[in-house]
């Protein structure tokens, strides 16, 4: 199967001809979501075809018992999962008495999908012969609402071409679905009740374990040629489903509509006993407004997100269709409206990895969200972090730390640790300083200190003990180091003195000092109260000062560079342009023990200390430190091709800079990875505006500046986006040659553009 079939578009993701074996790819390159719920884009009739069912609720998830021949002391009980919802979107479709299913038509053609991603709608088209020779075009349309969270909307229409046809609509909710991930096949819902007046249905269901309260609900209407049609439905109701059906004469090259409205309320928002009610109200007003009104808002509120988030391409379609199909995702799966949320690695389109929070976040999403939303937004994921604190203080004392040491956890949903490989879970705490360095990056771009004042510095002092503790004392080497860990790379397990984790650790406990100091000097009501909940003493920093100031990072005097971890230079030193073609890639056609004794590298790991801290090091020290590892690095990780990408650009290598936005940007349109069908990759997709942003709009935050030094890959005439700074929209344009900045509002500002300081005055085009 070509992995490509994608048509090139600058506004919309097209797929033309039905391909069986492209199903659940589209599936997942056309989900829709709204930041409270998300779907994949599974046909609305029946399919009896391979396809991967999956509806999804924010917040909503289940503790599934972990899944292990043995247990450690420590181990996290459960993975936690994002829940299979009950899907709402079901229109089964009869014709002439035969069921309507792509697998089994006679004839499909004109089939057309369309997620168009500017207005945010799902649209499906195609002509089918069934195979009792009726002929029917089918058109549909549906959108999840960003205005009304907790619905969505679907028009279904029908036309016979080759003769008078009765038609029937089920249109359905069904309870009766499982994760496709579940470990031991549990059952995830517990159906309360089942129950319908007139066209609405609604089933009321509870989560196991968790216990979340769900109302599905639906509410249907007809028309024939646009004419309303009043059907009482005949009621099919059953534990865990509930179907209605409208039958109906249509003549040919008639047109026969159902208009469905469906969704989810729960108790994370509403009281548990008014569920149902609460979903009358909203399907009332929904209905009043109608399908076209509810659409017309849809519109306008995805032009109020593109008009701050776009980032246009002119020369170059596909760079300009990817980077786009990103920052759609990116809106479908956070909003930033409620601050009980994250950002899931696969968002609402796919369930691998659970769903759960992991250190994207921090590492990759945070600057996207701060410079296209506002200082809020991005505040409301750092007081995730804050509000887990307790747990993950509680998720160091399974390991064995004391005193208030924090360690976050690799994988969660509620601050607990659920991740289940012991390498990752107790290993890969490099984690922690992603969560550091993420409070320092929000104080840096937005120069809004109350955070750290009202509660970062609580998670600073937590995770500094975590690393005082975590380090230990070589005599032989007469440092500190850090032994039994895995990187960023995950393809080294249980290494010594990896440099990225050693260097973030440093950071961290010197960070967390820096702003005690700050915060007792500038804020003094704050440092006692602080200090007074932490109990801590002079003699404890003093001890992280020791660990901070002597600790060890392993290096190779022979290349000058900084070795990813002490037996690096044990393992035979083959480039991946040695690597045959046919062995890629590694992770699908390797053992793990083959993979553990390679030098190939998953995602940027030295290189990723490089680019959080760039400003620490020189630029040779950069292009020694590049030119040793990518050479060994397979870019099988989503979160790799735009570190690498914006590094390149740094170094002014524009065709590499250029090769690594491409396969971030179109990681998954393309298919890179043979996986797209389990979901998107929704974390590394910020990754892809960085690379854009930073990388060849080159910008910075230089002496409390924004600053700026852009580059043009050769394929491009032009690029341009916005960021919000400090509450001042400045609008970058890069051209061959010159580039254009403009600024919004009523104040002046004071950037660096290549090294030069340019003020910028409002409403005022600037050409540098």
Known sequence: MNNKYIQPNPWSIIEQGFDASRVKSSESLMSLGNGAMGQRANFEETYTGDTFQGSYIAGVYYPDKTR??????????????????????????????????????????????????????????????????????????????????????IEYNVTPTNGDATIVFHPYLDNGITNEDSNWDDKFWDILSVEYVDNQAFIVSRTMKTDFY??????????????TVNLQPEVDAFKDK???????NVAKNQTYTITKYGGYNSDRNHHRNNLINIAKKTLSHVSNLG????????????????????????????????IRFNIFQLNQTYLGKDARLNIGPKGFTGEKYGGSTYWDTEAYCLPFYMATKNQEVAKSLLEYRYNHLDKAIKNAEKLGFTNGAALYPMVTMNGEECHNEWEITFEEIHRNGAIAFAIFNYHRFTNDYSYTVEKGLEVLIGIARFWHQRSNFSADKNQYVILGVTGPNEYENNVNNNWYTNYI?????????????????????????????????????????????????PFDEKRNVYLQQDGFLD??????????????????????????????????????????????????????????????????????????SIQAAKLNRMDQAYEFYLRTSRLDLDDYNHEVEEGLHITSMAGTWMSIVEGFGGMRVVDNKLSFEP??????????????????????????????????????????????????????????
């Open 711 to 768: 580059k043009i890959p050769k394929q491009w005439e032009s690029f341009s986006f916005k960021v919000n700074f400090r509450n001042q929209i400045l609008r970058v344009n890069a051209c061959i040659g010159h580039t254009h900045f403009e600024l919004e509002g009523d104040d002046d500002l004071e950037i660096i553009v290549n090294g030069e300081l340019v003020k910028i005055t409002p409403n005022n085009l600037v050409t540098v």
């Open 505 to 553: 650790a440093k950071w961290c406990i010197d960070y967390a000092i820096e702003n005690i100091d700050k915060v007792r000097a500038d804020y003094a009501s704050d440092y006692d109260r602080i200090m007074t909940k932490v109990d801590l003493s002079t003699d404890e920093i003093k001890k992280w000062k020791a660990v901070s100031g002597n600790m060890y990072f």
């Open 242 to 248: 509930i179907s209605f059906s409208y039958a109906q």
């Open 571 to 644: 393992k035979e030193l083959i480039t991946v342009s040695d690597l045959p073609k046919s062995q890629r890639p590694i992770n699908q056609k390797w053992s793990w023990d083959k993979i553990l004794r390679s030098p190939y590298i998953k995602q940027a790991d030295t290189l990723q200390g490089f680019y959080f801290f760039e400003d620490q090091f020189t630029l040779d020290e950069l292009e020694r430190h590049f030119d040793f590892y990518e050479p060994f690095t397979v870019h099988e990780s989503s979160l790799s091709p735009c570190v690498h």
């Open 291 to 322: 399908f076209q009104a509810l659409l017309n808002q849809q519109k306008l509120a995805w032009a109020d997100i593109w008009n701050m988030s776009d980032i246009t391409i002119n020369g170059d379609v596909e760079a300009q269709q990817g």
């Open 68 to 153: 292990v021949g043995w247990w450690k002391n420590g181990y996290p009980e459960y993975f936690a999962k994002v829940l299979n919802a009950p899907n709402w979107i079901g229109i089964n479709v009869e014709v002439n008495g035969e069921q309507l299913d792509l697998a089994n038509c006679k004839a499909i053609k004109n089939f057309r999908r369309e997620l168009n991603m500017k207005e945010g709608w799902l649209s499906r088209s195609f002509d089918a012969t069934l195979d009792n020779d009726t002929t029917v075009k089918v058109e549909t349309k549906r959108f999840l609402s960003l205005e009304i969270d907790e619905v969505g909307a």
């Open 214 to 227: 769900v109302c599905t609900y639906m509410q249907t209407e007809l028309s024939l040629n646009s004419e």
